[in-house]
């Protein structure tokens, strides 16, 4: 066994005699002075399974019983990995206290693909940027994605519905050697638990079948270290599920789950409530990346733009945005301290059979976009800063987040001749708060003291005011976030400086303590 590392007891023992779901199993594990009792289940073919996710190093005794038993003695050697990522304050940090910065993609139906196209789309992760995996558990109907899958999770019955209580051990130990695969690449599995477009009859399952799988599903995957839970892709276009269905699923996710990973749920529409003590932290789908500051002021939260529309050529909106607009979306969502999910849809406009194209956003394969290089940049620079990034205080879009006790403290900071202007925001109503965060054209974040950067997105300024602390001094840089050029502007700066700029779109300004 190893610190961070799932931990494995495996047993031969005769076919259960009911429902393969109903197996009383557990292992009682002692570590540290600590004890923790977990589940076990019945993986197939005659074997038992009992997992266990080890926090830390020592001399680790255990007991399974039920339907097999075994007992024993495991020295937990000292980690060589992070651990699982935990939502602290609005950002992520590994269990060790290392800083996670999520840099995501899409790939919905990736385990649901044949092994030639699986291996391809991990070759590509391999040296992709990403470090964050969006997919599905259930296969996927829809557009550019009407394969039928390898596997399906469960047997059938007479009348052709599926018994959620005969799992196929084909399908888990597909699905979990595919987050295997990803884990040793250091790519979180964003696991997206349901999702709406089924044909096969999936999102329509009672709730009683939903509760069975989800109970199966953690038993078999909680001590993974690299899984996210994601309760639903666009869950509320899901018409067999009420809001309270939801919201025991959300509940039991929580309750099954006794390591606790991050879990969240993804909108279409309405937006999931991040504030609810289950959740961990928003997954959005929105369009207008101004909303990121204002849900983190919200929640509290870390917030994760899990579907700001994809790279690509589709006849849909949502999969025709640009590699500039792609790359300009992550840059607004790590402006204001939030993260980011990238995704590709390019069609070949001369394919015949639409259905059978490899698009990856659906199925994986090789990238050919013009943004992940860009977004590589982007997180070298992310990764290369002190600390994770907030949204600077005192920017324009940011002050119809403040609470009135905050507006009056930074209003009695201002000249006189100011005071008029900032407070006349106190009569904004939300509608005209939305229409002011929508219409930010810069975005501007920073690390305490020790770095400030500005992305100016479609703003075409030849100087741009930067404003930084008397008491330290600053390296100044004007960043092209689309050719990826770094120009050392000023050195020794501090207080008000005149940045001069190339009057195009897509610069940004970075600032960073002189140590």
């Not at 259905?355 to 956003?361: F, I, K, L, M, P």
């Not at 330290?472 to 400086?497: I, Q």
């Not at 190339?502 to 300004?509: L, R």
């Amino acid at each position: 066994m190893r610190q961070y590392e799932m931990a494995e007891l495996s047993f031969r023992g005769p076919e259960p005699e009911g429902k393969a779901t109903d197996v009383k199993l557990t292992g009682t594990f002692t570590l540290s002075g600590k004890t923790m009792t977990v589940p076990g289940f019945y993986a197939g073919n005659g074997t038992y399974k009992v997992r266990f996710y080890p926090t830390e190093a020592g001399i680790c005794t255990y007991k399974v019983e039920g339907a097999v038993t075994g007992e024993g003695t495991e020295t937990v050697e000292p980690a060589a990995s992070h651990g699982m990522v935990k939502a602290v304050g609005t950002h992520f940090e590994y269990e060790d206290g290392t800083r996670f910065d999520p840099f995501g993609t899409t790939i919905y139906a990736l385990v649901h693909q044949e092994k030639a196209l699986v291996e391809e789309t991990l070759k590509t992760l391999s040296t992709a940027p990403f470090n964050k995996v969006r997919m599905c558990v259930f296969p996927k109907d829809y557009s550019y994605n009407k394969n039928e899958p390898p596997y399906y999770p469960f047997a059938k019955k007479a009348d052709g519905s599926w018994d959620v209580t005969a799992p196929n051990p084909e399908f888990f130990d597909n699905l979990e050697d595919k987050i295997v695969k990803l884990g040793d690449m250091g790519i979180e599995v964003d696991l997206i638990l349901f999702h709406p477009y089924d044909r096969w009859g999936f999102a329509s399952m009672p709730q009683r079948d939903n509760l069975v799988y989800l109970d199966y599903l953690m038993k078999r995957l909680a001590a993974f270290p690299n899984i996210w839970w994601s309760l639903s892709n666009e869950y509320d276009f899901t018409p067999k599920k009420t809001q309270k269905d939801w919201e025991e699923i959300e509940q039991a996710v929580h309750d099954l789950d006794p390591y606790h990973h991050l879990e969240s749920c993804h909108n279409g529409f309405h937006y999931w409530d991040a504030t609810r003590p289950n959740i961990t932290h928003s997954s959005l789908q929105v369009k207008s990346l101004a909303v990121v500051a204002h849900e983190r002021a919200r929640t509290k939260k870390p917030v994760m733009i899990d579907e700001c529309c994809y790279e690509g050529n589709l006849n849909q909106s949502w999969g025709a945005i640009s590699g500039e607009e792609m790359t300009a979306r992550f840059w607004q969502a790590v402006a204001q301290g939030g993260y980011c999910t990238h995704g590709e849809t390019f069609l070949d406009p001369d394919t015949k059979d639409e259905d059978s194209a490899v698009v990856y956003w659906a199925k994986g394969g090789k990238l050919i976009g013009k943004s992940p290089e860009r977004i590589a940049w982007l997180r070298n620079i992310v990764e290369s800063l002190p600390g994770p990034i907030d949204p600077q205080t005192g920017r324009f879009g940011n002050f119809c987040d403040l609470t009135d006790k905050q507006l009056d403290a930074f209003i009695d900071q201002v000249p006189e001749q100011h005071k008029f202007f900032f407070g006349s925001m106190r009569r904004l109503t939300e509608y005209e708060k939305g229409i002011l965060r929508a219409g930010e054209y810069n975005y501007a974040g920073q690390v305490g003291e020790k770095a400030y950067f500005w992305y100016l997105y479609r703003q075409t300024s030849a100087r741009y005011e930067i404003l930084l602390p008397e008491n330290h001094t600053y390296k100044v840089e004007v960043l092209d976030t689309w050719k990826m050029t770094r120009t050392t502007f000023a050195e020794h700066a501090s207080g008000s400086v005149q940045v001069r700029l190339p009057g195009k779109e897509y610069m940004a300004v970075l600032a960073t303590i002189e140590e």
